[in-house]
Each structure stands twice: as C-alpha cells, then as structure tokens.
T-cell receptor, first 112, second 114 residues
Framework: GNSVTQMEGPVTLSEEAFLTINCTYT??????LFWYVQYPGEGLQLLLK?????DKGSNKGFEATYRKETTSFHLEKGSVQVSDSAVYFC???????????FGAGTQVVVTP | NAGVTQTPKFQVLKTGQSMTLQCAQD?????MYWYRQDPGMGLRLIYY???????DKGEVPNGYNVSRLNKREFSLRLESAAPSQTSVYFC?????????????FGSGTQLSVL
C-alpha cells in the first residue's frame, strides 16, 4: 500500500535559521506529492506540490524536489520567520479519484 | 468565496449520544472526504466519496456513517459517540483534474466525547 513517513517534531528553530523536514514515501504507481501546512486553529492548506520525478515545487520561500530514486520529497526553507510556525504535512496521491495519504505531520516552532 | 464549510466548529457530547457533522463545498468538486486528526497520528481518512452517489470506507470507518446528499454536501454521522472519537474532524474536497489536483479543507470541528 501507499505510505508517507516524515520526521518527528517538534522542530524548534531560531528566526532566520535553515529548515529541512524529511519526507519519504512508498507508493504503487507514480504519485503526485504535496506539502500542506496547518496554522494554529485552521484547516490544512496546500503549500506546494510536484507531479512528476525531478519536479521542484516552491511557494513562500519553501522548496521541495520530487526524487524518485530516493523516494523522497524533503521540504526546505533558507531563512524561517516566526510566522512559519505551523504543522507541516507531507502527502501523496496516486490517481485523480483516489485517496490522499498523509504523513503524521511535523510541528515547527520558530522563536524570535 | 466560501470554499469548504463545516458545521459546527465545536461540539461536546456524552457517551452514547449521536450527532451529524455537516460539510458543504461550493467549488463543484466531485470528490469529498472526511478526516480525523489526532496528536501524533496525522490525518486519517474516515470515509470518502469519489463522486455523487458513491461512498467508500477509509482507514478508520468504524463507528461512523456518511451520506453524500448531493454534489455539494457530505455529512458524517456518529450514531453512538465514544470517548475514542474525541478528535478534530476535517472535511475536504477535490476535483478529478488529475492526481496533482489539491485538496481544499474546511476549518475543522473539534469534538469532545465525555
């Protein structure tokens, strides 16, 4: 079956530090990969996505590259801000009418 | 631009009580989903509806029922609530445009079962 594994949190960083959140997956077929972000008290919202191998998704200074050879989709940001404090979820989807599979989520706390 | 609307936002139930969580989307999406979110476990799929008139079980369907009332609305019912169903519930929807099509989430329902 399909599964997503992401690093456990919480990850605590100082403002302007470099952030990496690891995500690896197993899937039948060729999935699309996503990062969602959940701010306190809100629903999840799409941060970025990649639909095929070697694609790079980017948004709001965050980037992730679809690596088929290592089955990974690690999220990175070069300089985090306090406003980036949130829970980040890695997810995959194999087909257009199928189910999304989410990782457990990684809480990121950025301190001033 | 409402997107996905869930009601209620908060609910407290006693063990054995029943309730229905309502969800509606105004984006003309075919697929709708119900997830629960528990600490350390991420989002787990309860039920989903790939299209109007169809529903399928997800990872954790026990104790829940769903109804896809029409293309817009997808409700989740707890017939006899249990403390293990204390969680945050999210409704979501998506289109069929391809596997890369994203999910749109509601703002969630925080449910406590005493």
């Amino acid at each position: 079956g399909n599964s997503v594994t992401q690093m456990e949190g919480p990850v605590t960083l100082s403002e302007e530090a470099f952030l990496t959140i690891n995500c690896t997956y197993t899937a039948t077929g060729y999935p699309s990969l996503f990062w969602y972000v959940q701010y306190p008290g809100e629903g999840l919202q799409l941060l970025l996505k990649a639909t095929k191998a070697d694609d790079k998704g980017s948004n709001k200074g965050f980037e992730a590259t679809y690596r088929k050879e290592t089955t990974s989709f690690h999220l990175e940001k070069g300089s985090v801000q306090v406003s980036d404090s949130a829970v980040y979820f890695c997810a995959l989807r194999v087909d257009s009418w199928g189910k999304f599979q989410f990782g457990a989520g990684t809480q990121v706390v950025v301190t001033p | 631009n409402a997107g996905v609307t869930q009601t209620p936002k908060f609910q407290v139930l006693k063990t054995g009580q029943s309730m229905t969580l309502q969800c509606a989307q105004d984006m003309n999406h075919n697929s709708m989903y119900w997830y629960r979110q528990d600490p350390g476990m991420g989002l787990r799929l309860i039920y989903y509806s790939a299209s109007e008139g169809t529903t399928d079980k997800g990872e954790v369907p026990n104790g829940y029922n769903v109804s896809r009332l029409n293309k817009r609305e997808f409700s989740l019912r707890l017939e006899s609530a249990a403390p293990s169903q204390t969680s945050v519930y999210f409704c979501a929807s998506s289109e069929w445009a391809g596997a890369g099509e994203k999910l749109f989430f509601g703002s969630g329902t925080q449910l406590s079962v005493l």
